[in-house]
């Protein structure tokens, strides 16, 4: 169980990673990660990360699919981490 956590939280800090990386294109108008991959990682169990990103980096918070989209990977992450952590630990 303490390896699953361990992996979530590298993974969400990576994802977090790349959410500021995004954010750092932006600001320098350099090639940028599409808006799909940062929402698709954000369901690839890295909600945590991207919430993160958008309330710390203020990166994506004008976007209605990522105020959406977020907060709904967070929930739908939490839950599968539950049913792994009951039923197949």
Do not use: Q
Not at 18 to 39: F, M, P, V
Not at 64 to 82: E, G, H, R
């Amino acid at each position: 169980m303490t390896e699953l956590m361990t992996a979530l939280c590298v993974w969400n800090a990576i994802v977090f990673f790349i959410y500021g990386l995004d954010k750092s294109k932006a600001r320098r108008g350099k090639w940028r990660i599409s808006e799909n991959t940062l929402i698709t990682l954000a369901f690839a169990f890295g909600g945590v990360g991207a919430l993160l990103g958008m309330l710390i980096l203020r990166h994506k918070t004008r976007h209605k699919k990522f105020i959406f989209f977020v907060p709904l990977a967070v929930v739908v992450n939490i839950c599968l981490i539950y049913f792994i952590a009951k039923n197949l630990l």
